[in-house]
């Protein structure tokens, strides 16, 4: 085979090499909790380096599954690149050895920036990932190993079928490997952390009868944990320490204060309901829940430091350098309670949802003000720093806007008879003051709105409604607290997020 045809037993054997590199760090990441994903490593690389405009293309094409997709293409460039270098082998296995190194490298310093790397642990892995690697495409190419033959060559005397044999058993291992490495670390981050016990709040709230309309198929007014939204700029959501975590608070205080985990929920716990929304959610879009966050009072925090005189910037900074800034003034404001909350639905906050602590600011969209996985919070100014979206285009103050979303009836075909037009609608922390259902052109109808929990959360809305077949267009518009409509002509999710109406076209059968 080697001999036969060269270069495509090379390249099959340098992508099988780079297939066993890829898989042998992913389930050593996978075993051991200091090692990061070289994959997912190299992907924060590329998200935290991305150009301009990139996000958008990747969510408008792939939604939710744009990161998936992005480390896919990694694993395929990596194949890409391990089948040129097993060209290359055959004629000299030094430079493709180094190549292999080279890689090594820039994966063990993509993964340094993992805060939760033991850089030790990372060399070892790195090392270990690149020695199999070499290692499969010696013994594959027959370079680089043995008693070199006359032409500098001991290409193996294997027949094609055992080339081809060999290379797919090890392939077909590699491949296991890495699908098992990463069934463990997504584990990992299912696995709830460990939380020291916190106190009951002082006060509990309850939701309010009728708050939940109960129709079968519409969105529940709060959403479980596990179906919660996710947006965040990690691969893999970091796996704090609680024991060893800190929140720092620095910047223009009198005081900088350190806190840890036990220090901090012996402060005054408050409970809440909030409704969060993702700046990138589209009109119709899911990118937005709600649910009852536990924790502190972030104002009871800034005072233990001191906000000096001037401070115009609440920077909130996470365990892996994500940023986001917002209006010191929004934060003061005693007409809401900006949190850090520590529980979720009255669980432990998932691994995923920013454990052990994250920022929750009723009123703001995500990206500026819910950072999860919370390190630091900075007093600064709105002039001496942009928190890390702001650079790449979304615009710095973002409140959340007016939003109203019809789940019910579903897109495409519906049965007949009576039925419920139903759905969602939020502006948080104006609250929903009316939401209005337009169905074929005719007059505005007011749906009946579910009991608001407060001015901070979405409410369910429902019109009943008895079709007739055929095809229907229905569409929905909301009104806020301030007695301000949604407006009608649909804008894209950047810079502030998306205006518009949501519009439906259903047909009954
Ligand atoms: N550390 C960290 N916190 C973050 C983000 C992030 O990328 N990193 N993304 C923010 C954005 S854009 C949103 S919309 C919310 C989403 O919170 P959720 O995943 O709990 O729904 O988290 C915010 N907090
Ligand atoms: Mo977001």
């Known amino acids: 085979m080697l001999q036969a045809r060269p270069a495509v037993a090379g390249a099959l054997a340098g992508a099988v090499g780079a297939g066993v590199a890829l898989g042998t760090a992913e389930l050593l990441a996978g075993v051991l ?137 090890l392939g077909f291992t590699a491949l296991v490997a890495g699908g098992l490495g990463r069934r463990l670390i997504v584990a990992r ?93 589209e009109v119709g879009g899911d990118l937005v829940g709600n649910a009852k966050w536990t924790g502190v009072r972030l104002r009871d925090v800034l005072r233990m430091a001191g906000v000096q005189a001037g401070a115009t910037q609440l920077v909130g900074e996470s365990v892996d350098g994500f940023t986001a800034g917002m209006p010191m003034a929004w934060v003061m404001d005693p007409a809401r309670e900006p949190m850090i909350a520590v529980k979720m639905n009255d669980e432990a906050l998932p691994r995923p949802h920013g454990y052990p602590a994250r920022l929750i600011i009723p009123g703001l969209y995500g990206y500026v003000s819910a950072t999860k996985w919370l390190s630091e919070l900075r007093v600064t100014t709105m002039e001496a720093e942009d928190g890390y979206w702001v650079p790449l285009g979304w615009s710095k103050e973002a409140p959340i806007l007016t939003q109203s979303r019809i789940d019910l009836p579903r897109r495409g075909t519906n ?43 979405w409410v369910q809305w429902k019109l009943d409604w008895d079709p007739a077949q055929g095809e229907h267009t229905i569409v929905v518009r909301a009104t806020d607290g301030d007695g301000i409509t949604q407006p009608v002509d649909r804008t894209p999710a950047a810079p502030d997020g998306a205006r518009g109406w949501h519009i439906r076209v259903t047909s009954i059968a």
């Open 415 to 457: 049965p007949r008879g009576k039925q419920a037009i139903a759905g969602i609608a939020w502006a948080p922390d104006r609250g929903i003051s009316r939401v209005e259902v337009q169905v074929d052109g005719g007059a505005w109808q007011v749906a009946t709105l579910s009991r608001p929990i407060s001015s901070t959360t």
């Open 189 to 281: 981050e299912e696995t709830p952390g460990a939380h020291p016990t916190i106190p009951q709040p002082g006060a509990v709230v309850t939701l309010p009868a009728s708050a939940d309309l109960a129709i079968p198929g519409l969105t529940p007014i709060v959403v479980p944990n596990g179906e919660f939204y996710r947006i965040d700029t990690a691969l893999i959501a970091p796996s704090v320490d609680v024991a060893s975590w800190q929140l720092r608070v620095t910047g223009m205080v009198d005081r900088p204060v350190t806190l840890r985990f036990d220090e901090l929920v012996a402060l005054p716990l408050i409970e809440q309901y909030v409704t969060i929304s993702c700046v990138s959610n």
């Open 33 to 169: 909790p200091g090692i990061p994903s070289l994959v997912a490593s190299v992907g924060r690389w590329i998200i935290d380096n991305q150009p301009l405009g990139a996000k958008d293309v990747m969510v408008s094409l792939f939604g939710t599954n744009d990161k998936a997709v992005l480390e896919l293409v990694i694993v395929a460039v990596a194949f890409a690149i391990g089948a040129v270098l097993g060209i290359v082998a055959v004629r000299s296995f030094r430079l493709t050895s180094y190549a292999f190194l080279a890689f090594g490298a820039v994966g063990f310093f993509a993964a340094l920036r993992d805060p939760s790397a033991v850089p030790t642990f990372a060399v070892v892995a790195a090392a270990t990932a690149v020695a199999a690697g070499i290692g499969t495409v010696s013994w594959l190419t027959g370079q680089g190993g043995g008693a070199p033959g006359p032409t500098g060559a001991v290409a193996p005397s294997w027949s094609r079928r055992g080339f081809l044999a060999r290379t797919g058993a």
